[in-house]
């Protein structure tokens, strides 16, 4: 029988569904009795956790400050050591899969019932804040072990875009394509990869690109 777990590492989560979790775990261990003991303290946790839903807050709008995006990356990956921590006390203090999911966290996926991923529903390219950039951004898909970008500069005879060769990467987030040539128009799109397959290919994003002189 399957020892009941709770994912440790968050790393894949965008910064949105990463602020969501951070919110209910704070949410459902402020007054969780499960865990007289925790360790991290609530308190500790807390603390960290609050601080990237604020900090992502303010760059969830793409016009922050490169200082601002900065912090948030910063307070980000001291959260997802902070999660680590929290999440691997509990499973060590219990195997009760309902004592477990109290806690807000998210349970490991039953390897047998592992389907191929599912796609990314949304796509999306962004300037960069570093010249001759853009910053590819899509959904991030739990179940997915790694993922497939194409990028196209240019369309065919039907005005459909003239994919280049793919590339595979291992998460959703910090995806930056160059060099970028000012005024022309790039199209991305992106795939789920998994042990039991691949995913359909996501909807397109396009952005004409603008290069800082």
């Given at each position: 029988m399957r020892t009941p777990k709770l994912v440790t590492n968050y790393s894949l989560l965008s910064d949105t569904e990463l602020a969501s979790l951070?919110?209910?775990?704070?949410?459902?261990?402020?007054t969780n009795t499960n865990f007289p003991d925790l360790n991290p303290t609530f308190a500790e946790y807390e603390s960290v956790a609050?601080?990237?839903?604020?900090?992502?807050?303010?760059?969830?709008?793409?016009?922050?400050s490169t200082q601002q995006s900065r912090e948030k990356d910063e307070a980000r990956e001291v959260l997802l050591v902070?999660?680590?921590?929290?999440?691997?006390?509990?499973?060590?203090?219990?195997?009760?899969?309902?004592?477990?999911?109290?806690?807000?966290?998210?349970?490991?996926a039953d390897r047998r019932s592992l389907q191929?991923?599912?796609?990314?529903?949304?796509?999306r390219i962004v300037d960069s804040n570093r010249?001759?950039?853009?910053?590819l951004q899509f959904e991030a898909i739990k179940e997915a072990h790694e993922y497939e970008i194409v990028i196209a500069s240019e369309l065919d005879e039907n005005g459909q875009p003239l994919?280049?060769?793919?590339?595979t990467i291992p998460r959703a987030l910090g995806n930056y394509y160059s060099p970028v040539v000012d005024g022309v128009t790039y199209y991305f799109?992106?795939?789920?990869?998994?042990?039991?397959g691949v995913s359909h290919w996501s909807p397109v994003a396009s952005l004409r690109a603008r290069v800082n002189s």
């Open positions: 951070a919110t209910r775990t704070v949410d459902a261990l402020r609050l601080d990237y839903v604020a900090k992502q807050g303010i760059t969830a709008n793409q016009r922050a902070m999660m680590r921590r929290v999440a691997s006390y509990i499973n060590n203090f219990t195997d009760m899969s309902s004592v477990q999911l109290s806690s807000g966290f998210q349970p490991v191929a991923p599912r796609s990314s529903s949304w796509t010249p001759g950039e853009i910053l994919w280049l060769e793919p590339r799109r992106v795939r789920s990869r998994n042990k039991r």
